[in-house]
């Protein structure tokens, strides 16, 4: 049996994920009191946890819920923006991650992006199942747009980038411009993985 771990920031993409799964149960982290969802799909075991928003809450419940489940895979999954290319509705699995907040501030803010890949099985996986094109079949809500997926780069901050006319989007297109969407996890999440070698 394979385990496999997905987070969410918010409740409501915990709520979109636990509706998937079957034989659920609630378990918890017998030091740190973190509650988890439990169940199975496709004969698989998952277990399911809210992180709440932000790349150092991800990061922090990344490695914990790592270290108690030893999952084989480990996904985060949410709700994300979109800089280019994608529409409300399309799935985005990251290539990599671009933590576009780190850089020196002196007398012009000099970026110092950090880049961070995807699992390489994982990237491989999500191709394979773009080109396939069967995975339209499980979702649950109609929809007048037909929904695209996407193996892209996304960029992970610490803040809600809501306009296109922010401060925030024109640095982005200026200097992370493969990015086609963005969150405030993926960072924390990738970066709390890496030593666990689980696949994320």
């Known amino acids: 049996m394979i385990k496999i771990l997905i987070q969410t920031a918010l409740s409501l993409e915990f709520d979109a994920v636990k509706e998937f799964l079957s034989d659920l149960q609630i378990e918890r982290h017998p030091s740190t009191g973190s509650i988890y969802n439990k169940g199975t799909y496709n004969d698989n075991e998952v277990l399911i946890v809210e992180t709440g928003a932000g790349n150092v809450r991800s990061a922090d419940e990344t490695g914990r819920a790592i270290e108690f489940f030893k999952p084989n895979y480990v996904f985060f999954v949410g709700v994300a923006g979109g800089l280019k290319d994608v529409k ?71 803040k809600v980038v809501s306009s296109n006319q922010s401060v925030a989007f024109g640095y982005l297109k200026k200097y992370c411009s493969d990015a086609v969407a963005i969150d405030m996890e993926g960072t924390g999440f990738l970066i709390a993985a890496r030593p666990h070698h689980a696949h994320a």
């Open 88 to 158: 409300i509705g399309d799935v985005v699995a990251s290539s990599k991650v671009i933590g576009f907040e780190m850089g020196k501030d002196d007398t012009e803010f000099k970026p110092r992006l950090d880049t961070i890949p995807s699992s390489y099985i994982l990237e491989q996986l999500a191709k394979h199942v773009k080109r396939e094109d069967q995975w339209k079949q499980l979702i649950k809500v109609e929809n007048t747009n037909e929904p695209e997926a996407f193996v892209q780069p996304i960029a992970a901050g610490e």
